[in-house]
């Protein structure tokens, strides 16, 4: 439970403080997806909704981050992945250690190493389930952290599109806490971005434009990864012309023929 979370559970259980009205809250975190936490009414109206615990947690071991200094370099960086939204089972990933099936690959491979390397300003990776579109897209986030340049770390995040706009939505009507556009211009900012199982939401008009108003903000100047279980033509119906054009610009586009490389029978 996060430094929040904890103060606000101290205070739901102390019965002196009367002039406050705690309740027990779900909320969404656009990174880290839904948390439970606390949601307190101020005597002069206002709301505070407690923040999402992992984030809190991240910032704490970012605090002292710079008093480790005998801890290995691979664990910060899965640290920073595991903040940025990667999930755990993937935050070890790097392109040496991919499945030789995805390796074979040269074409795609380097296609990835092209965004790394900030000569390819979007990647769109395309495909069944298991062809190693997730896979490929935390290697990437990976790399461009074990490339960085001095004490400047990137900022990066992977999120998908059901959980981005779950937490776009979540904000309707909240009069405390992060809004709509809190999300959306946080999202246009990081250096790299990742959106996964593109095509999961439904392509309504709301939807659609959330998407396009964050690529937008993304356009030229930073790299941005899209992954999905469809097909080109799907592609097309799911996004707007002006978003595909934005896509597009110095933009690396596969279609992933593969097996399904997580099963065993």
């Known amino acids: 439970m996060g430094t929040d ?31 439970e936490t606390f949601s307190r ?21 970012e605090q002292q981050e710079s008093c480790r200094v005998n801890i290995a370099d691979s664990n910060i960086i899965s640290d920073r992945l595991l903040a940025a939204g990667v999930p755990e089972e993937y935050a070890g990933l790097t392109f040496e ?19 790394c390397d900030k000569k390819a300003n979007n990647l769109v990776m395309l ?20 490339n960085r340049q001095g004490d ?11 959980r981005l706009l779950r937490a776009m939505k979540s904000t309707f009507g909240r009069r405390e806490g992060p809004t709509e556009q809190d999300i959306i211009n946080q999202m246009g900012r990081y250096d790299v971005l ?10 309504s008009d709301y939807n659609v ?28 119906r799911h996004f707007t012309d002006g978003l595909r054009s934005k896509l597009a610009y110095n933009s690396r586009m596969k279609d992933i023929i593969d097996k399904d490389h997580r099963r065993t029978i």
């Open 97 to 115: 250690t991919l499945p030789p099936g995805l390796l074979a690959n040269g074409d795609l491979i380097t296609s990835c190493i092209e965004l």
């Open 152 to 162: 400047y770390w990137p900022s990066v995040c992977y999120t998908t599109e059901a």
């Open 209 to 236: 434009a959330a998407l396009e108003e964050i690529i937008n903000m993304r356009y030229i100047t930073r790299r941005t990864v899209i992954c999905g279980n469809i097909s080109g033509e799907d592609l097309k």
């Open 41 to 61: 009414t101020n005597p002069d109206g206002t709301e505070y909704v407690g923040r999402c615990p992992e984030c809190q947690r991240i910032e704490s071991i």
């Open 5 to 35: 979370n904890v103060l606000l559970e101290t205070l739901y259980k102390n019965p002196h403080f009367d002039n406050m009205t705690l309740k027990r809250v779900k909320a969404i975190c656009p990174i880290h997806g839904e948390y």
């Open 127 to 146: 495909g069944t389930t298991g062809v190693g579109k997730t896979s490929l897209s935390c290697a990437i986030l990976s790399r461009i952290l074990q």
């Open 194 to 203: 990742v959106i996964d199982e593109i095509g999961k939401a439904p392509a």
